[in-house]
């Protein structure tokens, strides 16, 4: 059977899962995939039933050379795969950039710590707050939708600890009015499920009323327990990549996301069958092998082991 039962079970498998192998996920790769190869990466996915895409960033290409390509993938998909595509952006330049490439749907991202913002954006975090508006604007001129992504909302590998009332000051900003959702992000992936339950929970009671996305990383092995907490708590759309891939070049401590495969496994969401699993596991694989990466993903190995009697295992 492909679901769970009972209402944990309708919970779970009513987040969306967005798959960031093509932004977060290549950040550390050292490697740039040809720019019809992320195409048809973006296109599989979509095919596969993956309904939500990042596929890549406006960072600058001398600082992550692997995303050097990206505003030629967004030129290359057609509106109708554009709009389950989001893209990374931190100033308004990137949103006016990206949009006028195609892109409908951005990820603002800032910092809660200070120091982490000036080492991935060369700016204070109420920096990129002031700038906000104005990256609101630009995307409300194309009839496109942007989120408040706040990273290390957990903790700063320069800092440590990030107080909850510090994102909260964030999320209740008013130079954040027209986002149309919130990402919660655990950068370093040093949280543990109580504590993205209880920030989770804050954000969804104290602060304006938007679709919360969590973004996990598997650093401490808690990645999907961090995720299920997420969604417990209220969190709507969840962040994944293949096999585990990625982390932030300016985050010392950081590995991989958590697991695309993993979270698809323990959510079960309507659309994945054994099957699509097992396409899912080969495109994973697949990359992998032509990034020259290690494959993280527990589900993928599991898919690959010998239970022949359950139906999650691949036949071939």
């Not at 992998?288 to 009697?309: D, F, H, I, V, Y």
Request: glycine share 8%.
């Amino acid at each position: 059977m492909n679901h769970f039962e009972g209402p944990l079970a309708t919970t779970l498998g009513s987040a969306i899962l967005r798959d960031v192998t093509l932004r977060d996920g290549l950040q550390l790769t050292g490697k740039l995939l040809p720019t019809e190869q992320k195409i048809q990466t973006v296109r599989e996915l979509l095919r596969l039933g993956v309904p939500a895409i990042e596929l890549g960033s406006m960072a600058r290409p001398d600082l992550v050379p692997t995303m050097a390509n990206t505003l030629e993938v967004v030129q290359a998909l057609t509106p109708e795969e554009l709009e389950k595509c989001w893209i990374w952006v931190a100033t308004p330049g990137h949103v006016a950039k990206a949009a006028a490439a195609g892109a409908r749907n951005f990820q603002y991202c800032l910092s809660a710590s200070d120091s982490h913002n000036k080492a991935n954006i060369g700016r204070t975090t109420d920096e990129s707050l002031a700038s906000l508006p104005e990256a609101v604007e630009y995307a409300r001129e194309v009839n496109g939708r942007i989120q408040l992504c706040i990273a290390t909302s957990f903790t700063c590998p320069f800092e440590g600890y990030v107080p909850e009332e510090r994102v909260l000051a964030i999320a209740n900003d008013p130079r954040a009015e027209g986002t149309s959702d919130i990402v919660i992000c655990d950068t370093l992936g040093q949280a543990v499920p109580t504590q993205v339950s209880a920030l989770i929970s804050r954000v969804k009671d104290e602060s304006p009323a938007r679709r919360i996305v969590y973004h996990g990383h598997d650093t401490w092995g808690l990645g999907v327990a961090n995720t299920l907490a997420a969604i417990q708590a209220g969190a709507a759309m969840v962040d994944g990549a293949l096999g585990g891939l990625g982390g932030c070049p300016f985050a010392p401590g950081a590995s991989g996301n958590t697991s695309s495969e993993d979270i698809l496994f323990a959510t079960r969401p309507n659309w994945l069958t054994p099957e699509v699993f097992g396409e899912l596991v080969l495109l994973s694989e697949n990359l992998l092998a032509e990034l020259g990466e290690p494959n993280r993903s527990k589900a993928a190995q599991g898919a690959r082991s010998k239970a022949g009697a359950f139906d999650w295992v691949m036949r071939s």
